[in-house]
């Protein structure tokens, strides 16, 4: 059974600042990994995704995330937080065989203040 | 532009009063997925139609049901809300690319029951 653990609910950074936003999964097999971002009263918008052609994965509005085998994590950054990065991130992990469901962290606010 | 559609954004109904909400996609993907996500926490899975079959998570309530008439479309029908039904509900749809099921969502419908 695959499963994920999002560390923090809450990360509050300044405007400018990094952004680091942390994903540890567990995986019996090998693994797709997501984040996905969620504004308020909205779906969920793909960041970006791993499906184990490249470690680092660069996504949409300036995040990246890089997958390390040996320390179960896929952890999401930006170099410099925009206040519209606002949102709650959602670290998801399905098995790369067959059909996948999706296996969603719990969730992290990031709070970006001026 | 190919998209996933929700209709209405926001339903209310009342207590015992049954509800359908309404998803829609020009993807032409031949999975479907219907989520409930409660406030501050991760999406759920409800069940999911890969093509025309129907596949119910284990701990989904018999309250709960689903209807995909043709492959656009896909309904969520609530017999008797409850209170606790109160949530925001995704739909989601993906197809196979490469053995990789990405998944797609809508904005959501935001129900409230009083």
């Known amino acids: 059974a695959q499963s994920v653990t999002q560390l923090g609910s809450h990360v509050s950074v300044s405007e400018g600042a990094l952004v680091l936003l942390r994903c540890n999964y567990s995986?019996?097999?090998?693994?797709?990994l997501f984040w996905y971002v969620q504004y308020p009263n909205q779906g969920l918008q793909l960041l970006l995704k791993?499906?184990?052609?490249?470690?680092l994965v660069k996504g949409i509005n300036g995040f990246e995330a890089e997958f390390k085998k040996s320390e179960t994590s896929f952890h999401l950054t930006k170099p410099s937080a925009h206040m519209s990065d606002a949102a709650e991130y959602f670290c998801a992990v399905s098995v790369a065989t067959g059909f996948q469901k999706l296996v969603f962290g719990t969730g992290t606010r990031l709070l970006v203040s001026p | 532009d190919a998209m996933v559609i929700q209709n209405p954004r926001y339903q209310v109904t009342q207590f015992g009063k049954p509800v359908t909400l309404s998803c829609s996609q020009t993807?032409?993907?031949?999975?479907m997925y219907w989520y409930q996500q409660k406030s501050s926490q991760a999406p759920k899975l409800l069940f999911h139609?890969?093509?025309?079959?129907?596949?119910n998570e284990a701990d989904t309530p018999d309250n709960f049901q689903s209807r995909r008439p043709n492959t656009s479309f896909c309904f969520l029908d609530i017999r008797s809300p409850g209170l606790g039904d109160a949530a925001m509900y995704l739909c989601?749809?993906?197809?196979?690319?490469?053995?990789?099921?990405?998944?797609?969502f809508g904005p959501g419908t935001r129900l409230t029951v009083t």
């Open positions: 993807l032409n993907h031949n999975v």
């Open positions: 989601a749809t993906s197809r196979d690319k490469g053995g990789l099921y990405e998944q797609y």
């Open positions: 995986s019996s097999v090998p693994p797709y």
């Open positions: 139609y890969y093509d025309k079959d129907f596949n």
């Open positions: 791993y499906t184990s052609a490249a470690t």
